[in-house]
């Protein structure tokens, strides 16, 4: 029977390279982002949700929901990026439990779930075999931000202080990795922490 965790952790910890990485080896990973983007795109009820959210800017000359300005407005107005979060988790935590039931029941080997806020939950959305964090220093992990994207650092700050205090969370975890290291030393803990969680 297969077996599933989450791998969370804040913005650039990380996790789309360790999730690659994982893949590598013989994982399976499923991304948390990417079924918002699918929900975003395709559910009429979210579209109407979100324009009496955000105004008609909301969505671009294509008719999309325009990402960037969400982002923008949600981290300016935490109370909005509640609600964006109340509006798309329901639908992302149903499709990820459903694929959690199927795996368990079709697969052997392990099936990940990038999920960032996990721990930031009320309460656990479905159960799961055991939570990976991924974890660096705080200066790191607004370096690794502010050089991909167009954010100063100060708002990369107040972003990663809307996700939580992560230190914190720490001790939730079944396993936290250390991503503070090159590429090939990443790869190495990575696989190793592969083979031991197959046979845990």
């Known amino acids: 029977m297969g077996r599933t965790w989450v791998l969370t952790g804040p913005m650039g910890c990380g996790k ?32 109407r949700e979100l324009a009496d959210m955000f105004g008609s800017e909301v969505f671009g000359d294509d008719g999309r929901p325009r990402r960037d300005y969400i982002g923008d407005m949600v981290f300016k107005q935490p ?36 999920v960032v806020l996990w721990f930031q939950q009320r309460a656990e959305p479905f159960p799961v075999d055991g939570v990976l964090m991924l974890w660096a220093p705080h200066d790191v992990l607004i370096e690794r931000v502010t050089r991909r994207s167009k954010l100063s650092e100060s708002q990369v700050a107040a972003r990663l202080a809307a996700q939580g205090n992560w230190d914190d969370l720490n001790s939730r975890a079944d396993r936290v990795l250390n991503t503070d290291c090159d590429l090939d030393t990443l790869r190495q803990h990575v696989r190793t922490l592969y083979r031991i969680m197959r046979v845990d």
Do not use: I
């Not at 994982?27 to 990417?34: E, G, P, R, S, V």
């Open 79 to 114: 109370q909005l990026l509640s609600d964006l979060e109340a509006l798309l988790h329901p639908y992302v935590f149903e499709e990820m439990r459903e694929a959690t039931g199927d795996w368990h029941a079709r697969n052997h080997g392990l099936l990940f779930l990038e």
């Open 16 to 47: 789309s390279t360790v999730a690659k990485m994982l893949t590598e080896c013989g994982a399976a990973c499923l991304d948390a982002d990417a079924l918002s983007n699918r929900v975003l795109a395709r559910h009429e009820d979210v579209h």
